[in-house]
Nanobody
Framework: QVQLVESGGGLVQPGGSLRLSCVVS????????IGWFRQAPGKEREGVSC?????????YYIDSVKGRFTISRDNAKSTIYLQMNSLEAEDTAVYYC??????????????????WGQGTQVTVSS
């Protein structure tokens, strides 16, 4: 059974940092992509970042997070991270990780991902 479990969200002041974790299990292949998405109240879900299992690089899809967010993975821990620094109120959203198998090509489109975690709330507020 494929599972993705996010954690690490919370309430943080503007300028603060959080590290989100996505622990994965039950993957039938070592050939996959992992994406981070977010959905703010009243807005559509948007792709934030993506990393593939085959070292084809990392991708950031929102200009405002470039230079502030970093995606990485620890294969030994079956965990993908999203390090978020210099957080802004506009980063407030539920953050999800998602996966698609049998591809190494990252995508920012939620429709391209088949399995999703339950999400973790990130609130940036003073």
């Amino acid at each position: 059974q494929v599972q993705l479990v996010e954690s690490g969200g919370g309430l943080v002041q503007p300028g603060g940092s959080l590290r989100l974790s996505c622990v994965v299990s039950g993957f039938p292949t070592d050939y996959y992509i992992i994406g981070w998405f977010r959905q703010a109240p009243g807005k559509e879900r948007e792709g934030v970042s993506c990393i593939s299992s085959s070292d084809r690089g990392t991708y950031y899809y929102i200009d405002s997070v470039k230079g502030r967010f970093t995606i990485s993975r620890d294969n030994a821990k079956s965990t993908i991270y999203l390090q978020m620094n210099s957080l802004e109120a506009e980063d407030t959203a539920v953050y999800y990780c998602a996966t698609r198998f049998s591809t190494s090509w990252c995508s920012a489109e939620s429709a391209d991902y088949k399995y999703w975690g339950q999400g973790t709330q990130v609130t940036v507020s003073s």
